[in-house]
């Protein structure tokens, strides 16, 4: 399975970016979704989840400004970014989460797309 994440870049404090990731593996194979980060210096941090059925969950801290969805059809996650800090700049991962239909689970990371926040 691969995920090609995008999306990333350079933007201003208070701006906003979408990130976006597709997974290769068949959609209904592809359980939950989830973005994590990690800046320089920093373990990689976990983000926001979201399930086949469209459940979310957040880390507390991204909750008012981060909004994770996922197209089905598309089998792509998407991570909408707001009201963005240069605390939030660093290397943006996709995951995934596969179930086949013998129970098989499997775990993906992307490649990973750098968000930089300028002041």
């Known amino acids: 399975v691969q995920l090609q994440a995008s999306g990333g870049g350079l933007v201003q404090a208070g701006g906003s970016l979408r990130l976006s990731c597709a997974a290769s593996s068949r959609s209904y194979d592809t359980a939950t979704m989830a973005w994590y980060r990690q800046a320089p210096g920093n373990k990689r941090e976990w983000l926001a989840s979201v399930t086949f059925g469209g459940d979310t969950s957040y880390a507390d801290s991204m909750k008012d400004r981060f909004t994770i969805s996922r197209d089905n059809d598309k089998n792509t996650v998407y991570l909408q970014m707001s009201h963005l800090k240069p605390e939030d700049t660093a290397v943006y991962y996709c995951?995934?989460?596969?179930?086949?239909?013998?129970?098989?689970?499997?775990?993906?990371w992307g490649q990973g797309t750098l968000v930089t926040v300028s002041s």
């Open positions: 995951w995934v989460q596969t179930v086949n239909l013998g129970g098989t689970v499997d775990t993906y």
